[in-house]
């Protein structure tokens, strides 16, 4: 971005007394846009969409754009445009996903970033001065809003809004965001581009993007000064070039490039944008400034911050506050659980060999046991598509000599001098050094504790014995059956690399990849004349090879060859020796290649963040281990992750049982059950077919607002627009069927449908049976199209009253399925909704912990009453004790502690009961925390739908049970069409046959929703053409509302007779 042309520097980004102020107290540009969207700050905004669904809605908006609509007049976007946009994203996205072979699906912060990116450039490029305008309005207010010592934000000015950046971890997506951004960017170009560039640190990382947007569609190539002119005229075609290339003047015969090269409207891409910031680098960010002059740039880091803060420079601290869009940043990445957890230990003092040593073995024993894990449970790990464990060790240095007392040992040199000793194994001393890091006798202690007691718990799970560990440790990552003398292989062809593998042994274990081979050989002959090297002319090139799944590279050694441009999953283990401040950003980058995880589903997201059970030891694999060595940098690290109320010293795990209350449980509590092996997704394939019972509605009306005044006063509603019609035969030549059909298919796989079968001929089947299966509200224009555009619309409104029509008919038929086989029987203790806690706590909480251990050893007071270490709620209905509630983020357990909503409900019923023993008169009442996927009782398999609660109410043989579900609503469908919603409705449908089977003769069953959004919200959204939903329509529909002081929404739930269908022949 070019700063002001005349040079002059307004105020700085600092407090009246000079205190330099963070890049993350700066984002304005981002403040503004959470403004727009109706949110007080980006954290607010993330907390309220991350639970939004992915994907988009069969009518055609994404979930998160229905969502966004749905806080009413808090947003400030017109709603038309926000549909506009999410269009525009949901084309960029079906043109990249005809390039894949696995389609791609926007996790929610991505698509909110593409959503803001269109949102700015629409006003850029069609409202500018209204844009400047308001910005500068928001500045003033949020300026008058400061304490006088604090710094104010300045106004834009037009250079301001020649560039986006885009704070996002890595493993993000930011290469996504960057093919969405060229296609976006062309979308709304007003003028054609002389240049298109993409600037990059380093050659690794250049080819790494060409290879990305080669496989996107995307036209690239590198840059060549010397290409022809048709070339360089070819229409859009990104060409990539590394920032060190660019100089202001070209001199000599060097590769190098002048930036007047690039003269007129050019587009600029720069990827990792804290190159620059530091001042050898200076004058690279003026070069590249430069290029965008008449222009426009996207950059994209995840260091921004830490670029801001070590260089302090505050002109462009409040360049990049104006500049940045969305923040992403890593603490936000992590706390939607993405990624690995990790866990850091440093040595911050100098260490003698020995420590080192057993520091050393220590970081080899935790990749071993990654290793291991990997291996003996590879179908299960692959399914969540976790790769095989890689080591990676950076030092600082790798040809520095040991020639006097001063100079330090080669960093390199260290680990291959510790490989080296590891094999040869004289007088046993790996064996010994095994047993005291099991043993917890290390002799290196933190806070009088040794560092690695109880820290390889999985390993000692499968062997205490050193000798054991040993042998099956050579085997599965030197590739031998016994010890020996290192070999190292000079990879001829292949700059930079020399191979390590055991004497006598086939294949390379490990990889040394340098720049100075030559020196670091040199080095090896003098300082370990024992390790053999030699020249290697038949391998191919192991660096090249390590991405794949048949590497036998476990070991990787460098030190800053590959910390950019690199880019692999299998990461697992780093290693860190003398990394000092000048290396921060490389290392926050290389940090973050190892956290990245691809995740079940690809969900980007570890176990212990998605429902449902995992694998035993699955948490070992999605943890990167970090052991570092003077490494300066890292206690900078822990600092800055410590601020962000992450903990890098990773997690103590407690035990916790749970008490189940085996009195209760003799009551002959009734729950729904289906045969464990019973998985209707996997059961006999069926065929689409023409179904009454699953007609559906597609609205696409609009809704308007009407004002008037009645009496003296004014009233308002909402009330749609449009009208119920079916698409006309004569328009029906306007559909591509083949394109439905594909459409249906696709929609299939994504929701995971393998058993139903999609013929070509179903979609025309479908929309044209009689009578009708579809209802369709629109507009008369939608259904007469005369232009092509007016034809594809058509065409999108075909695709989702199909899409809903496949959805509702799997649902019907997976609803018949599972009533064919649904019982009810007695719940026991052996149910998987009785599991015991697993607490986890950050390690450096320990006076915390040890107050958790004391109240777990005392083994009374949590099962009796509330505590605050753990926060409990007691309820003495609850079949089991305790309930960990959630209070703040430093105590985490599995299962899960209750969230507000459930804690609100538990706390509402119990004094409900104290209050009101009357209305309980002769019955009782019994509470299930319910489980989700995998544990708890559930409905609707595809989509996941498991109630909060299970409540019982019994009177003498009669029971009442009834399923409760705490839930906010702005996000979900029309009552009237919701699943969740309508459980009640169909529960009582399969009863009479259920309980028949089930010889359950005095049961009924029920369900409600408790609504956390309250009744003056919601009734703005669920509307109809009778208006807005009254308390009694919600509560008809078994939607109760809390809000109430009295709490009488549970004497809807608890009244008797409520919805009960009597099964024949029941008596008492």
Known sequence: ???????????????????????????????????????????????????????????????????????????????????????????????????????????????????????????????????????????????????VMDPQDQKFSPEDLTKLAF??????????????????????????????????????????????????????????????????????????????????????????????????????????????????????????????????????????????????????????????????????????????????????????????????????????????TFETRNAEMLRYHLADPLWIFVGSTVNKSKDNKQARESDVLTVVKFLDAFLRNEQGWVQKGIGRLLAGDSGIADNGMDLFAGRFRLLTGWSRDAGTIYQDLLERVFHTGSGGTLHIGDIKGKTGELGLKVSGAENYFGLVYIGDTASFKTLIGEQCPEVEVEEDRIAESLFENIKKPDSPINILIGAKKFMTGWDSWRVSNMGLLNIGRSEGTEIIQLFGRG???????????????????????????????????????????????????????????????????????????????????????????????????????????????????????????????????????????WLDWEGLYLAMLAHKEERGFQNLVIRPEHPRQVLTAEPDLYSLICDEALLRPSTSAQGKRLQDTAAGILKKYLERFYRIRQQRWDSERMFYAPLCREDENFQDYKVRVPRSETTLIQDILETIEDGKRIYEENVAVPPTLHFDRHLFQPLLIQKGNTIKSSPPCLNESEQNFVRDLTDYCHSNPEELQGKELFLLRNLSRGKGIGFFEGSGFYPDFILWVTKGKKQRLIFIEPHGMLHEDHPAINPKVNLHKKLQ????????????????????????????????????????????????????????????????????????????????
């Not at 503004?32 to 969409?49: E, I, S």
């Open 1 to 147: 971005m070019a700063r002001p042309s005349n040079g002059a520097v307004t105020a700085n980004p600092t407090t009246t007394n000079g205190t330099y102020v963070k890049l993350e107290q700066r984002l304005v540009l981002a403040a503004w846009c959470c403004h727009l969207l109706g949110y007080d700050d980006n954290k607010a905004m993330l907390a309220n969409l991350r639970e939004v669904e992915e994907g988009f809605d069969p009518s055609g908006p994404s979930f998160l754009i229905l969502a966004i609509l749905a806080r009413g007049s808090k947003c400030l976007v017109p709603r038309d445009d926000l549909l506009r946009y999410d269009a525009n994203i949901r084309s960029h996205l079906v043109h990249f996903n005809r390039h894949r072979s696995e389609p791609l699906r926007l996790r929610y912060f991505q698509h909110l970033a593409l959503l803001l990116t269109e949102l700015l450039l629409d006003r850029l490029c069609n409202h500018e001065a209204n844009l400047r305008r308001d910005l500068n309005d928001f500045v003033a207010r949020r300026n008058a809003r400061r304490a």
């Open 989 to 1068: 449908k399969q009863m009479a046959a259920v309980l028949e089977k089930s010889r359950a003769k005095n049961l009924t069953v029920d369900s409600f929703i408790v609504s956390r959004t309250p009744y003056d919200d919601l009734r703005k959204k669920v509307v109809d053409k009778f208006g807005p939903w009254s308390r009694a329509r919600f509560a008809g529909a078994h939607i109760l509302f809390p809000d109430e002081t009295d709490h009488s929404y549970l004497k809807h739930i608890l009244g008797a007779g409520t919805t009960q269908t009597p099964v024949k022949g029941e008596s008492d």
């Open 167 to 372: 704070w996002m971890a890595t493993g993000s997506g930011k290469t996504i965001l960057m093919h969405f951004h060229y296609r976006q960017y062309l979308h709304y170009l007003k003028k054609p581009l002389d240049n298109i560039l993409l600037v990059t640190p380093d050659e690794g990382l250049s080819q790494q993007h060409l290879e990305q947007m080669t496989a996107a569609g995307i036209p690239c190539k590198r840059f060549a000064l010397e290409a022809s002119g048709l070339e360089t005229s070819e229409k859009n075609t990104v060409r990539v070039i590394e920032i060190t290339k660019l100089v202001e003047q070209k001199k000599g015969s060097g590769v190098s490039v002048p930036v007047e090269a690039f003269e007129g409207n050019n587009l600029i891409f720069v990827d990792e944008g804290h190159k620059g910031a530091s001042s050898e680098a200076g004058k690279w960010i003026a070069n590249r400034e430069k290029l965008a002059e008449t222009g426009f740039t996207f950059e994209y880091s995840a260091t921004f911050g830490q670029a801001m803060t070590t260089a302090r420079d505050d002109a462009m601290t409040r360049e990049y506050g104006k500049a940045i869009l969305f923040d992403y940043s890593y603490k936000y990445f992590y706390g939607d659980g993405f990624g690995k957890d990790f866990e850091v230990l440093n040595l911050r003092r100098e260490t003698g060999d020995e420590q080192t040593r057993i520091l050393l073995l220590a970081n080899l024993l935790a990749f071993y046991e990654q290793k291991r």
């Open 595 to 733: 956290v990245r995880l691809q995740g079940k589903e690809r969900s980007l997201k570890r176990s212990s963040a998605l429902p449902g059970v995992h694998p035993a030891g699955i948490e070992v694999l999605e943890r990167l281990n970090i052991f570092a060595v003077r490494a300066d940098y890292m206690v900078q690290f822990r600092d800055y992750l410590e601020r962000e109320g992450i903990d890098p010293g990773g997690f103590v795990e407690l035990p916790l049982p749970i008490r189940a209350n085996d009195a209760f449980l003799k009551k002959g509590l009734l729950a729904p059950r289906l045969p464990k092996e019973s998985v209707f997704a996997n059961s006999e394939r069926f065929l689409l077919d023409c179904d009454e019972a699953a007609r559906v509605t597609l609205d696409l009306s609009t809704q308007v607002e009407r004002l008037g005044s009645s009496g003296g006063g004014y009233q308002s509603g909402n009330f749609l627009q449009g009208e119920t019609r079916r698409i006309p035969a004569d328009q029906l030549p």
